[in-house]
């Protein structure tokens, strides 16, 4: 098992403040419009982004690339009135217990204006390894990387990094318009244990928060030729054609189910997937219908996503264009984010792709949804999984809270499958005991006037 993202944490960003998104194999988001899922979601980017080691304002509001910029840009992560966020992650990597740090807390502070800099940034780690300290929080956990900003606008920041003597690490300047843990590693010359883990550690956040891919198919895209050899699917899945085409060579298992997978989700007769092949090397992808083939100019919007989608859990993660500079030895897992993910597909078709999600085991998934028929699929044990996200009305602040720990819980549940609470808004109903029963006690004479 690799480095994987276990929690992410929106400390304040956006409607967030000390918020916390648990990271499971399976990550299910769930809640009303604008509740925040999106803004947890943008949380994520965020990290994943900035990983990549380029200047802030590049990765945040760059048109470059297939991703293009961030919803709302750098200046809408700041939560209103402020002029700064604040994000974090927890990255564990099993493989390194007993050698290194197997868990990893991240944490990093933005100012966005007038130039966007880092202001803080910390990288924790735990080893098992107890040190002779008077301090018990530094036994065990210790303080690899600490940076403050000294000056505003100075376009730097000072660092220090650990070298087995807490307090007495040394300390360099660094830029500040991009992350210190992805410059720390070219400032260490690995000649010592305790420098080697260090640049470890910080590969294995870089590495866990670069696999994330958020995934956002537009089926006009995918209704073009493309180049053979464009095997690298990107977030638009503009290339799945190509992406399929490979997948039958490489992998003739996986393509042998995208076809069982395609057959069950329409009502016609599909006897097989073509690759229409142009002159110049270029690809469609095509149904075999019969005596009949429909290319995917002609197929629907739905079944076009579903491919793009039920291709990449089938793939389990495999040739994403992720668009980094791969970091040598990379560990990350990768981590597939899907909004809606049963857009486009019929209410009795939403569970088929929660099935091929459960089969994925070397990516983690996260995706939100709204449909009452994928969220009735799920088992119990699922439910541990679900996160619901859901916004004050007097405040304005967004929460998160674990299915199971919404208050009142087991009587939600003993009125019905998810599909049906969630349906029938009692999910969103304020707790008893948060009700107002003042009108009532006046009513029946009880307590004061």
């Known amino acids: 098992m690799s480095a994987r993202l276990t929690e992410l944490r929106l400390t304040e960003f956006k409607t967030f403040r000390d918020a916390v998104l648990p990271l499971n194999d399976m990550t299910i988001l769930i809640g009303r419009n604008s509740s925040g899922k999106s803004n947890a979601l943008d949380g994520l980017d965020v990290l994943s982004r900035l990983a990549e080691g380029g200047d802030l304002a590049d990765a945040l509001d760059s048109r470059r690339g297939d991703e293009g910029p961030l919803r709302g840009g750098i200046a809408g992560c700041p939560p209103h009135g402020e002029d700064q966020f604040k994000l974090g992650c927890t990255v564990v990597n099993p493989e390194a217990a007993g050698e290194g740090y197997f868990w990893l807390e991240f944490d990093v502070t933005v100012r966005v204006g007038p130039e966007p800099e880092i202001v803080r940034e910390t990288l924790t780690g735990f080893s098992g390894k107890r040190r002779k300290t008077q301090d018990p929080k530094r036994n065990s956990m210790h303080a690899l990387l600490d940076a403050k900003s000294v000056s505003a606008g100075a376009g730097t920041i000072e660092a220090s990094w650990y070298n087995g003597r807490p307090g007495r690490g040394p300390r360099a300047t660094f830029r500040s318009s991009r992350l210190v843990t992805a410059q720390l590693p070219l400032r260490l010359e690995g000649t010592d244990e305790v420098q080697r883990q260090i640049t470890a550690a910080a590969h294995d956040v870089l590495s866990a928060l670069r ?223 948060e009700q107002d029963f003042t009108a009532f006690d006046h009513l029946m004479g009880i307590g004061p006037r």
């Open 211 to 433: 696999g994330v891919f958020h995934l956002d198919p537009v089926p006009h895209l995918m209704r073009q030729y493309t180049p053979g050899r464009d095997i690298r699917l990107r977030r638009t899945a503009e290339n799945l054609s190509a992406v399929i085409s490979h997948m039958r060579e490489l992998d003739p298992q996986s393509f042998r189910k995208l076809v069982r997978h395609t057959q069950a989700l329409v009502d016609h007769d599909v006897s097989g997937i073509e690759l229409i092949r142009s002159d110049l090397g270029d690809v469609m992808l095509a149904l075999r219908e019969g005596t009949a083939t429909t290319p995917a100019r002609e197929m629907s919007d739905g079944l076009l996503r579903f491919m793009a989608i039920a291709t990449t859990l089938l793939r389990q993660g495999q040739d994403l264009d992720l668009s980094r500079r791969d970091l040598p030895g990379e560990t990350g897992s990768p981590m597939l984010v899907i909004e809606e993910l049963e857009n486009g597909l019929h209410p009795a078709q939403a569970s088929q792709l929660l099935s091929l999600v459960k089969e994925t085991i070397a990516a983690q998934v996260v995706f939100t949804t709204h449909s009452p028929a994928l969220l009735s699929a799920l088992s119990p044990k699922d439910h541990d999984h679900v996160v619901v996200s859901s916004r004050d009305r007097a405040t304005g602040i967004s929460r998160l809270t674990r299915l199971p720990e919404v208050e009142g819980y087991p009587s939600l549940m003993a009125q019905g499958d998810l599909g049906t609470v969630v349906t029938s808004g009692l999910l969103d109903q304020r707790p008893a005991g």
